[in-house]
């Protein structure tokens, strides 16, 4: 249980570095490759997989979610649940979310709670 709440603890803070990194390239108008980032997410987030702690991935990937893309939005000095479906180069989960993403946050945290709970049981 140690190694998995140490693990819970990082995985916060690599996304509240990657949403401040991501934040300062916005500002110099780099532009993202957000596949790779995703992708490079995903392989840390199998981690658990090694020794069969598939919830603890899953919980990783729902992680991604409330709190890297709220943070992006602070360190952008936007809305926390700002979404732009309409640039062509925004992100897709933007497009497909639309105006209802602060909904599909508060889903996926009461999801991240019930898996939380699940796994320190």
């Known amino acids: ?5 140490v ?10 570095a990657t949403a401040d990194y991501q934040a300062r390239l916005f500002e110099k108008n780099i532009r ?3 596949t790779l980032w995703a992708v490079a997410y995903c392989l ?18 729902v992680m991604r979610f409330i709190v890297f893309d709220p943070a992006l939005n602070i360190f952008r ?12 180069d925004g992100s897709k989960l933007d497009k497909f979310m639309g105006r209802y993403k602060e909904y599909y946050y508060y889903a996926a945290l009461l ?11």
């Open 32 to 34: 993202i490759n957000k």
């Open 7 to 16: 693990i819970l603890i990082a995985f916060v803070v690599i996304n509240l």
């Open 111 to 121: 999801i991240f709670i019930g898996l939380i709970v699940i796994l320190f049981k």
């Open 77 to 88: 000095e936007l809305p926390v649940f700002y979404s732009n479906p309409g640039d062509p």
């Open 44 to 61: 840390l987030a199998a981690i658990p997989l090694i020794w069969n702690d598939w919830l603890l991935s899953v919980i990783l990937v």
């Open 1 to 5: 249980m140690f190694i998995q709440i």
